[in-house]
């Protein structure tokens, strides 16, 4: 079983639309996660921190359900620009280090 | 500021030859990490440095990839002799610590004939 799962998609949405992603995580040991957006053909970069009492920043929420093992992403009045692959991230804590991606989640904002 | 460098951006040769890949972490960063990202196996960590020091090498495939960070400004990737299933993208990233969120390179697309 691969320790952080997502679902592949793709979403296809209409511009204005909420849409919301989730990623599921193995590793009971996971302390820190993240949201990294990746665009065709370039490198993944940061989107936003995961916190344990959830965030917010702009259109973007994110939050953690330790107990269920997810990180979800919220995005509300999409936007064409938001079109990209959206990849969680686990990392764990004490003990033995792992960091594990997602595969990530096409997203597709349509006019 | 510099992000993360990467060299070459794009570099196609034929199966058997060598290839060696570059990068230069974030000034004041202590871990780097090395991914591969395909379409059928998403980022596929290779290896890290903590402290220019590998600490998992885990994922490199086999043998015929080696990655060395002699000083903590540099690192390479270096795979010999290489193979048609080793074209991907080559990713490198760096970050303050093993806990803290990555900062990656604009990659390096490896097509191997």
């Known amino acids: 079983r691969k320790e952080v799962e997502q679902d592949p998609g793709p979403f296809n949405v209409p511009e204005g639309a909420t849409v919301a992603f989730n990623c599921t995580y193995s590793?009971?040991?996971?302390?820190?996660f993240f949201w990294y957006r990746q665009d065709c053909r370039k490198e993944p970069k940061l989107l936003m921190s995961?916190?344990?009492s959830g965030n917010e920043d702009g259109r973007f929420t994110a939050q953690l359900n330790r107990a269920s093992q997810y990180i979800s992403l919220l995005i509300r009045d999409s936007k064409l620009s938001d079109s990209a692959t959206y990849l969680c991230?686990?990392?764990?804590?004490?003990?033995?280090?792992?960091?594990?991606f997602g595969k990530g989640t096409k997203l597709s904002v349509i006019p | 500021d510099a992000g993360v460098i990467q060299s070459p951006r794009h570099e196609v040769t034929e199966m058997g030859q060598e290839v060696t890949l570059r990068c230069k972490p974030i000034s004041g960063h202590n871990s780097l990490f090395w991914y591969r990202q395909t379409m059928m196996r998403g980022l596929e960590l290779l290896i890290y440095?903590?402290?220019?020091?590998?600490?998992?090498d885990s994922g490199m495939p086999e043998d015929r990839f080696s990655a060395k960070m002699p000083n903590a400004s540099f690192s390479t990737l270096k795979i010999q002799p290489s193979e048609p299933r080793d074209s991907a993208v080559y990713f490198c990233a760096s970050s303050l610590g093993q806990r803290e969120k990555l900062f990656f390179g604009s990659g390096t697309q490896l097509s191997v004939l």
């Open positions: 590793n009971s040991a996971s302390q820190s």
């Open positions: 995961v916190y344990s």
């Open positions: 440095f903590n402290n220019n020091v590998p600490i998992d």
């Open positions: 991230v686990a990392i764990s804590g004490a003990g033995s280090y792992q960091l594990t």
